[in-house]
């Protein structure tokens, strides 16, 4: 058919004309519509809102052991909760997925339960105190599950899970305090048992070298010239009593050892008259010199004197010689006591100047020691504050007033399905049945030759056209026709009751909107 402009008369003759055409491609995708937006499952979300609250105690009084991030961590739980043994605890308490447990392992189903849960992380621009810059934090999160048909499972799911995320958040800080306050006390033992250890080693070395300790070179240096001038003064000392000594020897030697008894005895009556002038004869000086007259006067008479020398043969009675032989011998004991003395000071001297010449490798080995023992006594000082930060952080964590995980929004019993959405759906339906129909009807008219009008026919042969004999039906065609007709009625009946079923849903939902909205606004 030649191309021609396209009237509002030729228009209402097409649709007259491909009627079933038009109808019969837009009520069969309507209707599949209709069908899929009808038999869809129903499908429920409910979620729950968790606010992440920052530590009651600022950070300047009481640091906390958990440096992870939060987002870290809330992967990290979420990676424990969406276990294969933590979901299928849930799945089996609940009952879930009954209708896939024929069709698919338990591997799919969990990881269908796993599409099915979401984590979405609230973020807000605030001011970062060390920096002072605006800058991302995340501040909250939703944790969501859906499920099909039954919306108080899907609750009480949503719940369970929210649960799991506040229970594994306190033990996953908890644990890592404790871990943290165990660690430090481990090593703060270690450092103390070394301590110890370096301290015994320092004892036993100070107990060893007590006099090449470096502390006490100056006392040894002095004790040195001490003892050289202790030496240096007997020796003096020495000189002095051998020079006595000669004296003595010499004197000695002009002095005879014994004395006449004639002339003792003289010696002892001179005596004897003193006494008697002063003292009785009882007087006991006097009984003693009476007797050793005696006694002389009796050797005297028995003959036993015998060239001025006594009885007792050797012995010195001679007072002034015995005198000299004692001084001597006292002179030759000082000398033994000071020759002694400075032996003593010289001995004194080499043993102080081997202890000041070991001082260097000593003072070197002291130094090592001490230096580790101060390496060991900071770092047992730095572990033990870190330590004791350590404790009031775990009792921070265990009193929960460290950062924590707070409920603000639990999850709600879903009043309407989260999808499908069946408005959508229908809406979609009519377009895309809508548009095939008249794509259909625009091909076949394009492809169709067939000369309907005598105007078409008298422009296409430039002759007049005369008359126009009308369509005639046979009776096979009459009762295509009726067949056709019964179908489309049926057809449009189905959309008929469709309609109003899929207006009383949409108004179903806005209903449920509003109803939300206004609760919402009283709250």
């Keep these: 058919m030649e191309n021609s402009t396209l009237r509002l008369q030729d228009i209402r003759t097409i649709i007259k004309r491909r009627k079933l055409t038009l109808a019969i491609p837009f009520l069969a995708i309507v209707f599949i519509a209709a069908a899929v937006a009808l038999l869809l499952p129903p499908i429920y979300i409910s979620s729950s809102t968790i606010l992440i609250e920052d530590q009651e105690i600022p950070v300047e009084y009481v640091h906390t052991t958990v440096t992870s991030y939060v987002e870290k961590r809330l992967q990290e739980i979420k990676q424990k909760i969406m276990s ?64 099909k048909n039954d919306a108080a499972k899907v609750q009480r799911v949503a719940s369970v899970l929210a649960s799991l995320f506040l229970e594994e958040n306190i033990k996953v800080r908890e644990r890592q305090v404790r871990e943290a306050s165990t660690f430090f006390e481990e090593e703060k033992d270690q450092i103390e048992k070394s301590i110890k250890e370096i301290e015994v080693r320092i004892s036993s070395f100070k107990e060893k070298h007590i006099n090449e300790l470096p502390e006490l070179m100056q006392i040894n240096t002095q004790d040195i010239h001490t003892a050289e001038i202790g030496v240096e003064r007997s020796s003096e000392e020495l000189r002095g009593l051998k020079e006595k000594e000669a004296s003595l020897v010499a004197e000695l030697a002009s002095v005879s050892p014994q004395i006449a008894d004639q002339e003792k005895l003289s010696t002892l009556r001179l005596e004897l008259d003193r006494l008697t002038t002063l ?97 060991l006594n900071t770092k047992y000082n730095d572990l033990m504050q870190k330590f004791m930060e350590a404790r009031v952080a775990q009792g921070l964590e265990k009193d929960q007033k460290g950062e924590r995980f707070t409920l ?116």
């Design 84 to 147: 294969t043994t933590r979901l299928q605890e849930v799945i089996d308490k609940y009952d879930l997925y009954t209708d896939l447990k024929k069709k698919k392992t338990s591997e799919e189903i969990i990881e269908k339960m796993r599409d099915d849960i979401s984590l979405k992380l609230i973020s807000a621009d605030v001011i970062d105190k060390h920096t002072g810059q605006s800058t991302s934090a995340t501040i909250a999160f939703t944790l969501s599950y859906q499920g």
């Design 279 to 375: 003292y009785s004869n009882e007087y006991p000086d006097v009984i003693h010199v009476k007797q050793e007259i005696a006694e002389i006067e009796k050797h005297q008479s028995g003959g036993s004197v015998q060239n001025g020398m006594t009885s007792e043969a050797g012995k010195p009675s001679n007072p002034a010689y015995i005198n000299l032989t004692a001084q001597l011998s006292s002179v030759r004991s000082e000398i033994s006591s000071v020759k002694l003395q400075i032996a003593a000071y010289e001995k004194q001297s080499k043993t102080l100047r081997g202890y000041i010449k070991a001082t260097p490798g000593v003072d070197q080995e002291y130094k090592g020691l001490l230096m580790e023992r101060d390496s």
């Design 408 to 523: 603000i929004d639990p999850a709600l019993l879903p009043e309407k399905p989260f999808k499908p959405n069946r408005l959508a759906i229908f809406l979609i339906g009519l377009v895309l049945g809508t548009g095939c129909s008249i794509g259909i009807t625009a091909i076949l008219e394009m492809a169709d030759d067939t000369i309907r009008d005598g105007k078409i026919l008298s422009l296409a042969t430039r002759v007049p056209v005369l008359s126009v004999i009308p369509v005639i039906y046979t009776d096979t065609e009459l009762s295509g026709q009726k067949r056709r007709y019964v179908m489309t009625c049926i057809l449009g009946g189905v959309f008929i009751i469709l309609v109003p079923v899929m207006f009383h849903l949409f108004v179903m939902d806005v209903y449920v909107l509003w109803a939300k909205l206004m609760r919402n606004l009283n709250v």
